[in-house]
């Protein structure tokens, strides 16, 4: 494959591109992505497209951390309280609601109203479930919208849409697609981290990789211990026989090069062992937490006595050190253990009580930890699954899936916290007010990191690709 046009629009030359001050972040910026393209390891970069891009316009954010909740939380139980399920609890849905979908199990029960009380919280007054109490003291920090739709209802097609814009497998993540639009601003790790708290969603390793992007712009896997990385301690017995070994391996690499020409399956593999080289300083570095403070590891709940609290809060505190080190996008995924997925078609309120307080402490640490070393400005958090649950109940104490309406939240770069977008009917069951589609939510983290979703696109098949296809609309309610 060979390299392509990375945006639609008119076709500028890079020396053209630098002298237009209004892009990216300024001057100040752009002298700083001159210096790094004198560096080697920015050189490597740049002949893979990984060095820093500049932007279609000013961006309001420059890293995202992509919280999946793995399963599908339940809107009705978390962000969008429905005083109705009280009142007619343990009520046919067909008589109270109406007509109600096929579910993913054929199994609909009676209405079931919430096991938790809402409260609100913040100047704003922002309605947060009791399953959240440390994420509801950032509530004037969320931008929360409640008329999410997606368009499956099945696990595994659903994450594939939620991160790749279609249903099917083996296209780009959002994490490819940011990549290879914006660059690594990191020399020594991968642009596109996924930090695995023990389960890999349903659609497998398809949910985070290039697709018919270079190869270069897939995600790495990363695991919640000390060596999250296999190989990642040198096996060679001293620095300089592995340093003779890797110049060797770069003079034969470089031979192949002259052989073939520009071949992006070689030319990714070379600048992956080149930069797995350079990891194997870094990531030891950045997984030893030692020098955190004590407050640190408190807060983001690392002294828990729910181990799965300690996974995600050692995820979530490596996500801010990725963020410092310039890592572009960082996806955590759900800790493995009881409660491990939010995918309750029984038990509940076992399930879904678990997963909150695996998640709740570390998240909230996170939002404000970022806040207080001036970094939340420039990080878009989103939280979401890939669709909610129904308000009623599937068996007598589950939920099943519903994709056609539900709620996730935004929060830091270029996001007006304190704010609630859309609505659902009086049951929570369906987006009635200001749907937000994925295409939409994918085009706003685009527009937030300075990228034009209409105009980012890779030739492939014959027609331009882009991640929201001929869709998306950017949600501009929620902006700041």
């Not at 002298?19 to 300024?26: C, D, L, N, T």
């Not at 740049?46 to 932007?55: P, R, Y």
């Not at 008329?147 to 595994?156: D, L, Y």
């Amino acid at each position: 494959m060979f390299p392509c046009q990375r945006y639609l629009a008119q076709p500028v030359s890079r020396r053209e591109l630098l002298s237009q001050s209004a892009h990216g972040f300024g001057a100040v910026a752009l002298s700083s992505m001159l210096a790094r393209n004198q560096t080697a390891h920015a050189a490597t970069a740049t002949s893979n497209g990984l060095a820093a891009q500049l932007t279609h316009y000013p961006a309001k954010a420059r890293n995202v951390i992509f919280l999946y909740m793995d399963g599908g939380p339940s809107q009705v139980d978390t962000f969008d309280p429905k005083p109705m399920l009280d009142k007619y609890d343990g009520r046919s849905p067909h008589e109270v609601i109406g007509k109600v979908e096929p579910t993913q199990f054929a199994n609909v029960g009676k209405i079931l109203k919430s096991a938790w009380k809402f409260r609100q919280y913040g100047q704003s007054g922002i309605p947060i479930s009791d399953l959240f109490p440390h994420i509801a003291t950032c509530a004037d920090d969320l931008a929360v919208v409640r008329s999410m739709v997606a368009p499956f209802s099945e696990h595994t097609f659903a994450n594939y849409f939620l991160h790749t814009g279609h249903g099917q497998q083996g296209r780009p993540s959002h994490g490819a697609w940011i990549s290879y639009g914006l660059g690594s601003e990191c020399d020594d790790l991968p642009a596109f981290v996924i930090l695995n708290g023990g389960l890999i969603p349903p659609g497998g390793m398809d949910c985070f990789g290039s697709g018919f992007l270079p190869a270069a712009y897939q995600g790495s896997v990363f695991t919640s211990g000390e060596a999250p990385v296999a190989n990642i301690r040198p096996s060679e017995k001293t620095r300089g026989l592995q340093a003779d070994k890797l110049a060797l391996m770069k003079r034969l690499d470089e031979g192949r090069l002259q052989q073939l020409g520009r071949v992006d399956a070689l030319e990714s593999a070379i600048a992956n062992y080149e930069l797995a080289a350079r990891m194997q300083t870094a990531v030891p570095e950045l997984m030893d937490l030692h020098e955190e403070s004590a407050s640190t590891h408190e807060a983001y709940g690392l002294n828990d006595e729910f181990p799965n609290t300690r996974t995600y809060g050692r995820l979530c505190l490596v996500a801010r050190r990725l963020v410092e080190r310039g890592v572009r996008f960082i996806e955590l995924t759900c800790p493995a253990g009881n409660g491990d997925r939010w995918d309750q078609h029984s038990s509940l309120i076992d399930g879904h009580t678990k997963n909150a307080r695996s998640v709740d402490k570390p998240i909230a640490a996170l939002i404000q930890d970022l806040k207080q070393r001036g970094l939340l400005d420039e990080t878009l958090i989103v939280w979401c699954g890939e669709f909610g649950r129904t308000p009623f109940a599937q068996g007598s104490d589950g939920r099943d899936h519903n994709p056609y309406g539900f709620s996730i939240w935004l929060a830091g770069g270029g996001i007006q916290g304190g704010v609630i977008h859309g609505a659902t009917d009086d049951f929570g069951y369906r987006a009635v007010e200001n749907k937000v589609e994925i295409h939409d939510l994918h085009a706003t983290m685009l527009h937030l990191l300075g990228v034009d979703h209409t105009r980012q696109t890779f030739r492939f098949g014959g027609r331009d690709m882009r991640l929201t296809d001929v869709h998306g609309h950017i949600v501009k309610e929620i902006l700041s």
